[in-house]
Nanobody
C-alpha cells in the first residue's frame, strides 16, 4: 500500500521549534522530489519547501528561508522539515507530497501536480 505519513506536529510557543517527518511506505522516495505544504484555516494551501530525489536540490519559500531546513534520509525513506523560530501565523496543517520530476525548485511546473499525499499533521504556534 502506497502511503505517506506525517508526524511531529504539535503545540509550540512562538520562537520554538518542531521537526516534522514524512515517512513513505509502499514505494521508495529515492526517485521522487518531496514537498511540504501548509494550509491554515480560511487560507489557500501554500508550498513551503521541497527537496529533490537525490537530496542535492532544495527550495524554500521566502517566508521560511533561514528558519526551516528540509532533509532526506533515503535509507529510512523519510523526509524531514526542521522548523525553527516559529511564528503564530504559521499555525496550519502541514502536508507532505511527492512532486513532479527529480529536481526541486520553486518552478510552478514542479509544484503543479502533486502525486501522493500524506494525511497532514497539525502545527499550532501559540503562547
Amino acid at each position: 500500500q502506497v502511503q505517506l505519513v506525517e508526524s511531529g506536529g504539535g503545540l509550540v510557543q512562538p520562537g520554538g521549534s518542531l521537526r516534522l517527518s514524512c515517512a513513505a511506505s509502499g514505494f521508495t522516495l529515492n526517485y521522487y522530489t518531496v514537498g511540504w505544504f501548509r494550509q491554515a484555516p480560511g487560507k489557500e494551501r501554500e508550498g513551503v519547501s521541497c527537496i529533490g530525489s537525490s537530496g542535492s536540490s532544495t527550495y524554500y519559500a521566502d517566508s521560511v528561508k533561514g528558519r526551516f531546513t528540509i532533509s532526506k534520509d533515503n535509507a529510512k525513506n523519510t523526509v524531514y522539515l526542521q522548523m525553527n523560530s516559529l511564528k503564530p501565523e504559521e499555525t496550519a496543517v502541514y502536508y507532505c507530497a511527492t512532486l513532479r520530476g527529480t529536481y526541486c525548485s520553486g518552478s510552478k511546473n514542479v509544484w503543479a501536480s502533486p502525486g501522493y499525499w500524506g494525511q497532514g499533521t497539525q502545527v499550532t504556534v501559540s503562547s
